[in-house]
């Protein structure tokens, strides 16, 4: 069974009642019988929806409880608040705090973000770089911006730039910014060291030899020379090796069960442009090496990262062990992503190289540059970072959850106008010519709006198909009209009807509408999913065309508005906008 709004709704609101009424862990059974009991529909399809239960109790019982209320209470209303029986409003404070650090002296906390300019920064980076800078403006402490820079052939200035926007976009501030490539020659010294002390080595096999003694645990004879052979090491950093034909391995333990010890590479050599340093240097150390020398140097003294770095660990504080460097406290989070959406650079850019998205910005992207297009704001994006906290937690928090942050923050500022997608022309026989003024928000007071209306007026084709003869439908805001005809000439539908009241009547569907003179052209946008389960959806950017209010033209590019029963979109052009959700 397709699910369904109606039943999607429903389930959702159920499990999040549910949740709150239990500590935030909804219970799988209680929801599966609260569904059964709300229909007969649902009841009898039951087998096809509880795996669609399943689903959503595990997505919500992963959110915090203030992240619950808020969903809730955006179901409510959304006009399901029958269905929860909830009438208390909650509030999601404005500010979520996280915890304490451990080891942390007012004054003395550095923490630093360290992005590989290698593509565009998306809501991932921004979940690391919010709690980074947290945590210093926390304990009155720096920040630090340091791009991860060290493989000539993934950096490019732009972006370099791209997070830069991207940072400051979100309002955060660094107070250092700097490169690990501005350290090269220092990272050479402390590479240097580390062969000369008999702690790593130069080794020359290929890399399938590398790759076969790594996996069953054995040495190489390049790790067996003896430390007083100094000529290999010259002849490195002299630069008389070419690229793959030798590299720099940490002396870990090639027999350790973690692999990330099992000599791991600190050095490679690269022909490529640099965009910082262009071609003076093929030299260049990993992330591995490069990542505890520089937190260390730079005085950081708490670095967060992603869990899945945790085999990593052993490496970072051996190296620094062996340097003989301080060692910062390592504090790590889980990798934020959601079902659909490719979180990480490395999935994002071949989308982007093979052409299949023309650019990163493109809305069905989770970039912080296409969010931001998409009419995401700054403080919904941290709000939802700060509700997720520290936890370690693999589950993937439901996209609705960023969007229900987003929608409290847009709702006051967005004017409420009519879209019909697809038009399908309405002559209202008996009407006279009238002007309206319209609320440009219900409850809050963004001005109003004149329109004059004639006898024909537009609705959206979606509406239009379910007219019978005989129904009686209200134009939204103005009055209602009983279908006379429908017609239909090849593919153009055209509908005669007449005035029938003035009064609201709950009895009869509410439609939107655009008066004809006063329409404009108007698209939009609209992202999907990119994926299903792993594969791309060709679906996945739908253009809505058809006709807004002639209004909407007043507005200026970036402002929000929101269609009626459609959803909140951004403006991007004179007659254009990006859907941003429902
Ligand atoms: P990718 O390049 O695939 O986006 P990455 O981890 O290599 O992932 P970096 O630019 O090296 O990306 O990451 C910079 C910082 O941002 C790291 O500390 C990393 O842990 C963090 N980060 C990256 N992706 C995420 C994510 N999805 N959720 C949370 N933090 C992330
Ligand atoms: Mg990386």
New binding site residues.
Partial sequence: MLLNQRLRDSIKAATLQNALEHDGKAKEDAVIGKIAASSTEFRSNLKSIVPAIKEVVLEINALPQDVQKLLLEQLGSAGSSQHTGLTEKSHVASSIPLPKLENATRGKVITR????P??YP?I??A??AIIDEYYARMYDGRFILRF?DTNPLNEKLEYYEAFTLALEWLNIRPDIIKNTSDDIELLYDYGRKLVLNGDAYVCTCNQQKIHDLRSKGIECDCRKRPTSDTRNIDNFFDGRFNQNEAIIRFKGSMADQNTAMRDPTLFRIINGHHPKLGDKYRIWPTYDFAAPIEDSLDGVSHAF??KEYELRNALYFAILERLGLRKPNMIEFS???FNGLP????KIKPLIENDIIKSWDDPRLPTLAAMKRRGFIPGAIRRFVLSLGMTLAETKPPFESLEAFNRKLIEPESIRLFFVKDPVEIMIQNSSAREIRLKNHPNIDLGTRRIKVSDSIYISKEDAIRLRAGNEVRLIEMYNIRIVEIKTEGTKLTILASWSGDNIRPDIPKIQWVAKNDDRQFEILVPKELYLGDIYNVNSLEVWKGLAESYVTHLKPDSKVQFVRMGFCRIEGANSAIFTHK
Avoid: I, N, Q, W
């Avoid at 973000?113 to 590989?116: D, K, L, Q, R």
């Fill in positions: 973000f360290p992005p590989e290698s593509g998306h991932g980076h979940k690391a991860d990262r992603t990798r934020l992503e979180v990480s650079k490395r």
